[in-house]
């Protein structure tokens, strides 16, 4: 039975280990996303600023639409990019509380495992106590 644990104590902690290892890559993941993210944002309020000041110089209309349509797609862009980043968030927190879950399963049976050792270390203390009393009065009996 003691094997049967053991392998199990190595299965769940392979289980965490993998689990922490999706974990960290998800976070560097959500952390590329976010920059990303606010990097596409201030291109967006900089080309803004820019349309602003195509305007104020008096450039041709198609200047203008054109600097106009670009800064939609970047918003644009920028937008669908933040939604991506949520996504990322909560796929991270679930990878995050899988990671700590199986943590808490390895220190369980850990726990459990020391437990029953324990238990069996005070059983055979108990046996050799028993042992050796027997002995001590079979050598008293004999005298």
């Known amino acids: 039975m003691n094997r049967a644990f053991q392998w199990m104590l190595k299965l769940v902690e392979m289980r965490r280990d993998r689990s922490v290892s999706q974990s960290r890559r998800a976070q560097q993941e959500l952390v590329r996303s976010r920059e990303f993210t606010q990097q596409l944002q201030g291109y967006a309020a900089e080309y803004d600023q820019q349309w602003s000041q195509v305007a104020q110089r008096g450039d041709t209309a198609l200047m203008l639409h054109t600097t106009a349509s670009f800064g939609d797609n970047l918003r644009s862009t920028a937008t669908a990019q933040a939604q991506e980043t949520d996504k990322l968030q909560v796929h991270s927190q679930k990878l995050l509380q899988q990671a700590l879950s199986d943590a808490r399963r390895v220190e369980a049976l ?20 028993k042992q050796l009393e027997d002995d001590l009065n079979a050598r008293r009996t004999r005298s």
Do not use: F, G, H, V
Request: net charge positive; proline share 0%; glycine share 0%.
């Open 110 to 129: 850990q726990k459990y495992m020391a437990r029953q050792q324990a238990i069996r270390r005070a059983m055979a203390e108990k046996r050799d106590q």
